[in-house]
């Protein structure tokens, strides 16, 4: 058994955020995967679904982002889970839109999200690194993230969550190499081949009437009385 978190803060004001977009890719695997309806529990919103013989539990905490670690705390507890079987979907200003990665553990970079998370169940959790890019600036980070994404990005978002739910099966098998390879697909398609050039066809040999020149004209046919005039010459 396998606890998926996405991240993000609840409420339409948040709904469209950067900041949200772990909350999106959860909702897209449960919608294409047929996935148990969305209830309340553990402070949070749960839905539930096998893929295979792995069942996984899907967490959408509700408690806003710096507080999420109280809610995958008591879910996980709840199903005597440890960390590792954690995996937590996050958006990362430190990936260029469009990059997806995963990870194993590690810090959390300042993300309040994971932050709160490590407070509550350690270090040792999945990831899945969402990019939505950097402002530039470190000051600005925090109105960055919670702006929606702006409409020149709908079409790589849709691809990314479409690439999430098309690997989600890999990604409960462990295999998060054929994971990330099913988002790339969807991000960049592979291009069709390029039908070879045909062959200019072989050049006809010239008609003898084409040869001729185009403003030669045949001679006009001669009278008996003239050929017999030539006869004698």
Same mark, same amino acid.
């Given at each position: 058994?396998q606890?998926?978190?996405g991240l993000?803060?609840?409420?339409?004001?948040?709904a469209?955020?950067r900041?949200n977009?772990?909350?999106m890719a959860?909702?897209?695997?449960?919608s294409d995967?047929?996935?148990?309806p969305?209830r309340a529990?553990?402070?949070?919103?749960?839905?539930?679904?096998?893929?295979?013989?792995?069942k996984?539990?899907l967490?959408?905490?509700?408690?806003f982002?710096?507080?999420s670690?109280?809610s995958?705390?008591?879910?996980?507890r709840?199903?005597?889970?440890d960390?590792?079987d954690?995996?937590?979907?996050h958006d990362?200003?430190d990936?260029a839109p469009?990059?997806?990665r995963?990870?194993?553990?590690?810090g959390?970079a300042?993300?309040?999200? #994971? *932050?709160?998370?490590?407070? =509550?169940?350690?270090?040792?959790? !999945?990831?899945?690194?969402? @990019? %939505?890019?950097h402002?530039?600036?470190?000051?600005?980070?925090p109105?960055?993230? #919670? *702006?929606?994404?702006?409409? =020149?990005?709908?079409?790589w978002l !849709?691809?990314?969550?479409? @690439? %999430?739910?098309?690997?989600?099966?890999e990604l409960?098998?462990?295999?998060?190499?054929r994971?990330?390879n099913?988002?790339?697909?969807r991000?960049?398609?592979?291009?069709?081949?390029?039908?070879?050039?045909a062959a200019?066809?072989?050049?006809?040999?010239?008609?003898k009437?084409?040869?001729?020149d185009?403003?030669?004209?045949?001679?006009?046919?001669?009278?008996?009385?003239q050929?017999?005039?030539?006869?004698?010459?």
């Amino acid at each position: 058994m396998q606890l998926w978190v996405g991240l993000g803060n609840p409420g339409e004001k948040y709904a469209g955020n950067r900041h949200n977009i772990g909350f999106m890719a959860l909702e897209r695997i449960a919608s294409d995967h047929g996935f148990a309806p969305w209830r309340a529990k553990f402070q949070a919103e749960l839905s539930e679904g096998r893929f295979g013989s792995e069942k996984i539990v899907l967490l959408k905490p509700m408690t806003f982002m710096n507080l999420s670690g109280q809610s995958v705390g008591e879910a996980m507890r709840f199903f005597k889970l440890d960390a590792p079987d954690v995996t937590v979907f996050h958006d990362e200003i430190d990936l260029a839109p469009g990059k997806l990665r995963c990870k194993a553990g590690g810090g959390h970079a300042g993300h309040n999200g #994971l *932050r709160s998370i490590h407070e =509550h169940i350690g270090p040792h959790y !999945d990831r899945v690194r969402m @990019g %939505v890019g950097h402002p530039g600036r470190k000051e600005a980070v925090p109105g960055w993230v #919670l *702006r929606d994404f702006p409409k =020149h990005d709908a079409e790589w978002l !849709d691809d990314m969550l479409r @690439g %999430v739910s098309d690997g989600a099966g890999e990604l409960a098998a462990g295999d998060t190499g054929r994971f990330m390879n099913a988002v790339a697909r969807r991000l960049q398609p592979a291009k069709p081949e390029k039908k070879p050039k045909a062959a200019p066809e072989a050049q006809k040999p010239a008609d003898k009437a084409a040869e001729q020149d185009a403003g030669a004209q045949e001679a006009p046919a001669k009278s008996p009385l003239q050929r017999l005039v030539d006869k004698f010459r």
